[in-house]
């Protein structure tokens, strides 16, 4: 069974960074993030890690994981939501206590993405793929991005629909402040292999493929026993995105995951827009979306709200999701049910 944490009103948001700190020129975007944050009625927590960063990394990985560890344990701390991803993640895991890991929803995405799958996985504790502290530091939100918090207010049992954005942003303009952070500027359109509307539906499943595939082969990447242990064998719905691999390394880390097992009983792979997937020798990432879709005999949706090109729908790792692609538009439908 699936366990969902559940979110309240003026509920206390622990901060800290698994991954990449904010370096101290930055230290006003978090500032301002925060703020905002105290302005909606929320109660921020700081941690030290969040202040400080050095080769690729807020601090050393034990100091991480037990400033994390602590944030779980800590029951005046509702929702743990770090400032950005980064980089180098994946050398706390070791360190995390998985062992009590409470019902409280981790919010992120990027790096982060490593955390939240391995809890879920390991756990069945669903863990929540959205938007990162800072990008919250708007005057407001954009109606994609604001779902989060309804999406983290939902009690297990009920459901909760999102739709794919109106438009997304092309690229950052960070010389060009925003009202709400990203400059939506261009079509959004959902795409498909099969170029037909489609359905499709499972247990969901992801992140971002180039560090999520580095958990293939780990204690904390066992996909095949979460399946037996937690949704009853129930197909899995996968949505990945691509921050910086080429066409060919996607394709590598594609089979590598598909020779471990993980698309074994998977109902689809969702992709999301990407700036990355550039061709090598003519071999487009639509040759690689198409060449899996064959391979695995599933459907494959691309260029979703998912990821480094926002907005993004906010996916929750265990949830059961029934998804519709209809003339480029999406809707993502997400059931909480155990």
């Known amino acids: 069974m699936i366990k969902y944490p559940s979110l309240n009103t003026g509920a206390a948001i622990g901060v800290t960074a698994p991954s990449s700190g904010v370096p101290m020129e930055l230290h006003d975007i978090l500032k301002l993030a925060c703020n905002r944050m105290e302005l909606k009625g929320f109660k921020i927590i700081c941690g030290d890690t969040v202040w400080t960063q050095s080769k690729a990394k807020s601090t050393t990985a034990k100091k991480r994981a037990e400033e994390f560890n602590e944030m779980m344990k800590d029951e005046n701390i509702d929702i743990i939501i770090p400032p950005w991803g980064g980089e180098l993640l994946i050398e706390m895991l070791e360190y995390v206590d998985f062992d009590h890991i409470n019902e409280k929803w981790i919010l992120g995405y990027s790096d982060l993405s490593v955390l939240l799958l391995a809890i879920t996985l390991k756990r069945g504790i669903a863990t929540a793929h959205g938007t990162n502290l800072v990008d919250l530091r708007g005057e407001y939100w954009d109606g994609t991005t604001a779902m989060w918090h309804n999406v983290l207010s939902t009690h297990t049992g009920g459901s909760i629909l999102q739709c794919s954005s109106a438009k997304y942003q092309k690229e950052w303009q960070h010389d060009k402040p925003s009202p709400c952070i990203f400059h939506l500027t261009d079509q959004t359109y959902w795409k498909t292999t099969s170029n037909h509307n489609l359905k499709m539906n499972g247990r969901l499943l992801g992140g971002c493929i180039d560090v999520i595939r580095h958990l293939v082969g780990t204690p904390f990447g066992n996909v ?29 880390s594609l089979i590598q995951m598909k020779l471990a097992g993980w698309f074994e009983h998977c109902s689809g792979i969702m992709f999301g827009r990407s ?10 990432v639509e040759d690689v979306y198409k060449e899996l879709s064959d391979e695995l005999q599933i459907p494959i949706i691309y260029d979703i709200d998912c990821g480094h090109v926002p907005p993004q729908i906010t996916f929750i790792n265990g949830a059961y999701a029934e998804i519709e692609v209809e003339e480029g538009r999406g809707k993502v439908l997400q059931y909480f049910n155990p």
């Open 275 to 284: 700036s990355a997937n550039h061709p090598v020798d003519d071999y487009t």
């Open 224 to 252: 095949h026993a979460f399946r037996n242990q937690f949704i009853n064998g129930e197909q899995v719905l996968w949505y990945l995105e691509n921050c910086e691999l080429s066409t060919t390394d996607l394709r590598r």
